[in-house]
């Protein structure tokens, strides 16, 4: 007798996978490109010609092409687009801490639309 599951292929991971993987990262990716720069994505798709940003901040890419699969359906063409950030180029605290706290937000109202818990120090560990 085989095993009938020997051959099938392996399964892509879900959304609730690629998220618990994403929530790994707590801070944007640092661009080597240049000094003081990082990584942002968001889920851009493009009315009148123009790209439009729909959704967003997030720390990954991961995130962002999540976020892109769920828009897809309201908004035909939903991509996730990174942009670098730099806080040398226009040093403001204010603005670096909220972008940090937009991202977290993105990535609670995420985590609430896939049905999942935004893992955290306190409930990775249970």
């Known amino acids: 007798m085989t095993n009938?599951?020997?051959?099938t292929a392996q399964q892509p991971p879900t959304h609730k996978e690629r998220f618990a993987e994403a929530c790994k990262a707590?801070?944007?990716?640092s661009d080597i490109r240049m000094v003081g720069g990082y990584l942002v994505w968001d889920v851009q798709y493009v009315q009148e010609g123009q790209k439009v940003v729909i959704d967003g901040p997030y720390f990954t890419e991961d995130e962002a092409r999540i976020s892109a699969d769920?828009?897809?359906?309201t908004f035909r063409g939903a991509r996730a687009?990174?942009?670098t950030h730099?806080?040398?180029w226009n040093p403001d605290?204010?603005?670096e801490k909220a972008i940090r706290d937009?991202?977290?937000a993105s990535?609670?109202?995420?985590?609430m639309q896939i049905g999942v818990e935004v893992p955290t120090h306190n409930t990775a560990n249970r």
């Open 86 to 88: 730099c806080w040398a």
């Open 107 to 111: 990535r609670m109202m995420l985590a």
């Open 81 to 83: 687009y990174q942009a």
């Open 4 to 7: 009938q599951h020997s051959n």
């Open 93 to 95: 605290f204010g603005r």
């Open 26 to 29: 707590a801070d944007f990716a």
């Open 102 to 104: 937009d991202a977290m």
């Open 70 to 73: 769920l828009l897809r359906g």
